[in-house]
């Protein structure tokens, strides 16, 4: 009986870690200070994102005391905004990301951590970050895109 109860406990411990691990794969911070809690999306067309509400001013807009949306318009060979001029939002706040493209596919990776998603025309891919500490985070493409695919590439800056 004792050593049923043992077998139990050691079991569900096994578990315990086998979801953890998945979990930190799938939601877990890889880089310091940052946070992928969300990845989801929507829909846009791709040559009508100079009349679309966000996505013609591509952006930073406030939502929250503590909360952010994030227009991204990825094309050959930039992030608007992003590569001329770095996104900038504060430490200790939740940031959703809306990227598309406006031209082919592109990546989204947020430099050193698994905050990761693609640029696709005609789709918003939406994903959360949570932002913990002042520092800055470089953006780059991982999806093929054209010549100057490896040189497209942007900043976040977290202030304090
Ligand atoms: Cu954009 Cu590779």
């Known amino acids: 009986m004792e050593i049923h109860k043992y077998e139990k406990i050691w079991l569900a411990g096994a578990l315990l870690l086998i979801v953890g691990f998945i979990a930190t794969v799938?939601?877990?911070?890889?880089?310091?200070?940052?946070?992928?809690?969300d990845n989801e999306g929507g829909q846009v067309d791709p040559k009508a994102l100079d009349q679309h509400?966000?996505?013609?001013?591509?952006?930073?807009?406030?939502?929250?005391?503590?909360?952010?949306?994030?227009?991204v318009?990825?094309?050959?060979?930039?992030?608007l905004p992003g590569t001329s001029?770095?996104?900038?939002?504060?430490?200790?706040?939740e940031v959703t990301f809306h990227v598309t493209s406006r031209d082919v596919i592109h990546g989204y990776e947020i430099v050193g951590t698994n905050a990761?998603?693609?640029?696709?025309p005609?789709?918003?891919?939406?994903?959360?970050?949570?932002?913990?500490?002042?520092?800055?985070?470089?953006?780059?493409?991982?999806?093929?895109?054209?010549?100057?695919?490896?040189a497209m590439e942007g900043k976040i800056v977290v202030v304090p």
Do not use: W
């Open 122 to 150: 005609g789709q918003v891919s939406q994903m959360t970050v949570k932002f913990d500490e002042a520092k800055e985070y470089g953006l780059l493409c991982n999806e093929y895109c054209g010549a100057a695919h490896h």
């Open 53 to 71: 509400p966000k996505f013609s001013e591509p952006g930073t807009y406030k939502t929250g005391p503590n909360q952010y949306d994030v227009y």
């Open 26 to 37: 799938s939601y877990g911070a890889v880089g310091a200070g940052i946070e992928m809690i």
């Open 116 to 120: 990761n998603t693609m640029a696709i």
């Open 85 to 93: 001029d770095p996104i900038r939002v504060p430490a200790n706040s």
């Open 73 to 79: 318009v990825a094309q050959q060979f930039a992030y």
